[in-house]
């Protein structure tokens, strides 16, 4: 009932269907086609049958003017006109002002249609050189030759029409045929597709996968739509995940508060120094679930594009950061040198200095006592190299992952996130992260980001980005 129900609202939402828009659309098409064609044939009738007329005439008046004889003509009508506009043979086509400007030389021949007695005529006006004889006749300034032949344009044209008008009138009634039939063909593989869509809308299951279809548009659109179902079940099992990693992670410092606050009943028990040990202990996973939850905070943020992307010195952020790490790195005796170059780059500030204090924070958690962290910044690359163990090669493929541990790592503090946070911002930077097994021993972290050229209203003073 709720599926039928769905469907129904979804073709009523507008006042004319997508069949009827197909139909009327095939409709005018046909429509508009055939009085093009329609119009067409009828003016190269009507153009053909006036162009006979007017090469006959063209005939007779040159055979007139050749034999000096008006009655040597094969026109219906013909009459002679002096230079004054006065008909000096003939009398019964009408003398117009053009036909005396002809007569008078100061207008070319033309030709015209014109009406004597109720019958439609072709005419021809054709100049008169001065001294021209038509027997008796002597045209001493010129004049004009009008000659006219019956026209049965009329009766032809109107037949014409007629037939063409029938031919318009079948093609019509033939479009709505055929528009109705391409319509409902083209439909029935659309109403299908739609079905399947509206049920995956209500079911919700983005594992199903439609019939990938054949080579043409709907075809496409199958395959395109199976592609976003491909989306949306991997977005899917990615919120998923990071739902249960999230769970599994807060787990363990949860559990771990949760024991020392059982133990801060019986504190009068304790004695100071265990009392310090149990505050430090508290304080200690209070700051870790306060880390994981600004982790899990910037993970839900997606692939994003940054909201507050600006041109920045990529070695002086680099330099702040590597200043941050310095002061958290004296506790273990592990130093950074850095090595740095100009450049600039276009980033969100907040997000970039975060990915590189994690690249640190890494370098610094694996170095050794006393160990020193290799940072080297320029063209747009930020590279990091650590003292310690190294990455055993099967965990290369899988350190940029959400909470993934190598077992090496899994008695440190930490929730897995860090490198997991470097690997989407530099994403959403539209750069790249690479790590690398150092051949001196160690680790080698690679950050690379495209560069800019230096801004004109640039300065050399440094600056500081949140930490």
Known sequence: MHSHGARSGIRAQGHVTFRTRLV?????????????????????????LLGAADNSLTAAAKKITSGQQITATTATLGQVTNSAGTIVSGGVLPVTP??????????????????????QLREYVEPLPAGTLFGPLDLEEGGALQIATLLNVRSVLARLGIVLGAVALIGVLLAVVLGWLVAHTALVPLNALTATVEDLAETTDVTRRLSPGGPDELGRLRRTFNRLLEALEFSRRSQSQLVLDASHELRTPLTSLRTNLEVIRRVDELSVADRSVLIDDVL???????????????????????VRQEPLRLDFLVRDAVAVATTHGRTLG???????????????????????GNLLDNARKWSPPGGVVSVLCRAGEVVVRDEGPGIASEDLPHVFDRFYRAPSAR?????????????QVVKAEGGTIRAEIDPRGGTRMSLRLPTIDRPADATDEPYFTPS
Do not use: K
Request: glycine share 8%; hydrophobic share 50%.
């Open 24 to 48: 009327l659309a095939t409709t005018v098409a046909v429509v508009v086609a055939v009085l093009v064609a329609s119009t067409a044939s009828f003016l190269a009738a009507r153009n053909s």
């Open 411 to 423: 008695s440190l503090p930490g929730s897995g996130l860090g490198l997991a946070i470097v690997a």
């Open 284 to 306: 200690v996973q209070l700051q870790e679930l306060t880390d994981l939850v600004g982790d899990l905070a910037e993970l839900a943020r997606g692939d994003q594009m940054p």
């Open 334 to 356: 592990v130093t950074f040198e850095l090595i740095s170059e100009e450049c600039w780059v276009d980033a969100d500030t907040d997000r970039l200095s975060r990915a590189v």
């Open 98 to 119: 053009q036909v005396r400007l002809v007569a008078a030389g100061l207008a070319p021949p033309y030709f015209t249609t014109v009406t004597v007695g109720g019958d």
